[in-house]
């Protein structure tokens, strides 16, 4: 047997070749199999790039993923390098790559990654949106009430959230994200990223939801702010009655009135001055 195999996830342009880093044109020429989710796909990239792939050629998507796994492993266990390219982003995140990722990690295959454009950070940086905190949901379930269901767990999630859609969904999509977040949740469609025709409309979800009912194409993300939970007013009532319940069992007042206004996160002397009103006690 050979050195130990090695399996290379390559992050493929998402819009623009020019995006292609020196790694993954190297990685193209040298490998000894790359596997693509679109051949043909593969075969322009190389050509715009100027690539010769050197190595074999194999396909790699949704309905052969699973069989064509297993053979890949085999090859990698032979001491051979695999490179494995959607037709665009990152394999694994919504497209084919994660069955090889898993069976080449239960064999001690060498897995890396070859980093390239990603359209969910790219949306979410575009976006406006808070970017500190978010998580990926992918696509969006195809059937009306697996939909809603999926996005009512979602409405008290509170970081940004990222989606993929297909442009003949994104409409029902839209809807069916302010039924369950609200019509004024903020949100951004992001369409033909890194493309000619780029283009990242911002607004609430009622709002984008009605502009979509006119049709969109191209590749679509959707950006969604997570859920904002709002002011509630302290119970003042409430919390007077604390503070007379901890000096009736022989608490300062001071210390008191400081440590509940520090656990409503208010002010003291907001505190202080309606224990006043409300309390004879010296």
């Not at 493309?195 to 009912?213: F, H, P, Q, S």
Request: proline share 5%; glycine share 10%; net charge negative.
């Amino acid at each position: 047997m050979r050195a130990d195999g090695r399996l290379v996830l390559a992050g493929a342009p998402i819009g623009q070749a020019g995006d292609v880093s020196p790694r993954l044109r190297e990685a193209l020429r040298s490998a000894d199999v790359v596997a693509a989710e679109d051949t043909r796909r593969l075969r322009r990239l190389a050509t715009e790039l100027g690539v010769e792939i050197g190595g074999r050629i194999v396909s790699y998507y949704d309905a052969n993923e699973a069989g064509r796994a297993r053979e890949l492993v085999e090859t990698l266990k032979e001491g051979r390098t695999v490179v494995v390219i959607t037709d665009a982003g990152m394999p694994g995140v919504s497209d084919p790559g994660y069955r090889l990722t898993r069976l080449a990690v239960e064999e001690g295959v060498t897995v890396t990654a070859l980093p390239g454009p990603s359209a969910v950070t790219t949306a979410l940086a575009v976006s406006g949106l808070p970017s500190d905190r978010f998580c990926f949901e992918g696509f969006p379930p195809r059937k009306t009430g697996e939909r809603a269901r999926r996005l009512a767990a979602l409405a008290g999630e509170e970081r940004t959230m990222v989606f993929f859609e297909a442009p003949h969904r994104l409409a029902d999509s839209l809807a069916a994200m302010a039924e369950a977040f609200g019509a004024d949740r903020p949100a951004a469609v992001c369409r033909e990223l890194t493309k000619t025709y780029e283009e990242v409309r911002r607004g609430g979800l009622g709002e984008l939801a009605a502009w979509a009912e006119a049709g969109v194409k191209g590749e679509i993300t959707v950006v969604v702010a997570g859920h904002v939970a709002a002011d509630v007013p302290p119970d003042l009532d409430g919390l007077v009655a604390e503070v007379e319940r901890r000096v009736a069992a022989g608490e300062l007042r001071k210390t008191a009135v400081a440590d509940v206004a520090k656990a409503a996160g208010m002010q003291r002397r907001e505190l202080y001055e309606a224990v006043h009103r409300g309390s004879s006690t010296p």
